[in-house]
């Protein structure tokens, strides 16, 4: 299968601390690849620079190379704003704006200068449509989204980043704000969307990679320990590090 993200030698610092080393990582297209391991270890360091949202914390320094379709988007020359429209994310805990829904799925259009709403309004439901929100939704487009249940905020988010059509979904540990049957929700919207992104998440959940992932990656103390086939870092580890880990010997 094609790589649709690949990073070669990753490292970065936050100051002296060296958080992420000599990451090798390849991501294919349109499936869900889940990075574990346990909490500090760099899972969701590895997820930003894949955006370069680490740009935004001051005393970072990068080094090695971060390929999207081939093109490393650490070169001086990416513009940000066009990498962080093909590689969306979504956060840990639901961030809907104080907006209302219409106007939050519609706020990255009109960043990148769509202000008609004529051409907003079909984007808008096709957005909802795909996180199964318009059904609930299409009568409150003009209420609050802070409203909204957080599944449905987290659903909404969803859909705030579906809208500029992304290629790659990076998805912080989506579920860990919610309660069992929303959590059981936002993974078949995974898998549904799966067909249409390529889509990294981090979790803490073992079991929710386990359920949606094709692809596993194990890191632990800023290292890539391993990865490959979600089945097979479950059953059949090759590292050590990663039995202990995944058997409940460790974090």
Known sequence: MAKKIETQGLDLYYGKFHALSGVNLSIESHVITAIIGPSGCGKSTLLRSLNRMNDLVHGVRVAG??????????????NLS??????GMVFQRPNPFPLSVFDNVAYG???HG???????????????????????????LDSSALELSPEQQQRLCISRVVAVKPEVLLMDEPCSALDPIATGRIEDLMR?????Y???????????????AAQTAYMLLG????????AHIFENP????????VSGLYG
């Open 198 to 212: 390529t889509i990294v998440i981090v979790t803490h959940n073992m079991q929710q990679a386990a359920r949606v």
């Open 114 to 140: 769509e202000m008609r709403r004529s051409h907003l309004l079909p984007v808008v439901e096709s957005s909802l449509q795909s996180t199964l929100l318009w059904d609930e939704l299409k009568d409150k």
């Open 192 to 196: 549904a969307l799966a067909g249409g």
């Open 82 to 87: 066009l990498l962080r429209r093909r590689v």
């Open 238 to 245: 090759k590292d050590k590090r990663t039995e202990d880990y």
């Open 223 to 230: 290292e890539l320990v391993e990865v490959g086939p979600t």
């Open 65 to 78: 190379r971060v390929l999207l379709d081939g093109v490393d988007i650490l070169a001086p020359s990416t």
């Open 109 to 111: 259009l009109r960043v």
